[in-house]
Nanobody, 125 residues
Framework: QVQLVESGGGLVQAGGSLRLSCAAS????????MAWFRQAPGKEREFVAA????????YYADSVKGRFTISRDNAKNTVYLQMNSLEPGDTAVYYCAARAYYQSTSRAQNDYGYWGQGTQVTVSS
């Protein structure tokens, strides 16, 4: 099974940028749909972005569309989330998740069986 480790979080001012990384081990990410979720204090975990196992079309939550970009580097077995024009509302713990390729792409957190430990992103106003 795949293990996931996120990095790249931190404190940034509104309008700034961060790039999160999700390094996978144990299995190649080419066998998985990869996604990012986030959870703000006192709120439910929510979908942010997804990259299907075969590449191609990516999916985004409306709240981040046009500002965030998910990408994958199969050679490095790593998935990225480039976050631009950050807003205080983006403050959350960001999680990387994986779902086996033979299942459909999903935005539902319950459909993902593999998770990283999360990385904190804090956006100050």
């Amino acid at each position: 099974q795949v293990q996931l480790v996120e990095s790249g979080g931190g404190l940034v001012q509104a309008g700034g940028s961060l790039r999160l990384s999700c390094a996978a081990s144990g299995r190649t990410i080419t066998n998985y749909h990869m996604a990012w979720f986030r959870q703000a204090p006192g709120k439910e975990r929510e979908f942010v972005a997804a990259s299907p196992w075969g590449g191609g079309r990516t999916y985004y939550a409306d709240s981040v569309k046009g500002r965030f970009t998910i990408s994958r580097d199969n050679a490095k077995n790593t998935v990225y989330l480039q976050m631009n024009s950050l807003e205080p509302g983006d403050t959350a713990v960001y999680y990387c998740a994986a779902r086996a390729y033979y299942q459909s792409t999903s935005r539902a957190q319950n459909d993902y069986g593999y998770w990283g430990q999360g990385t904190q992103v804090t956006v100050s106003s």
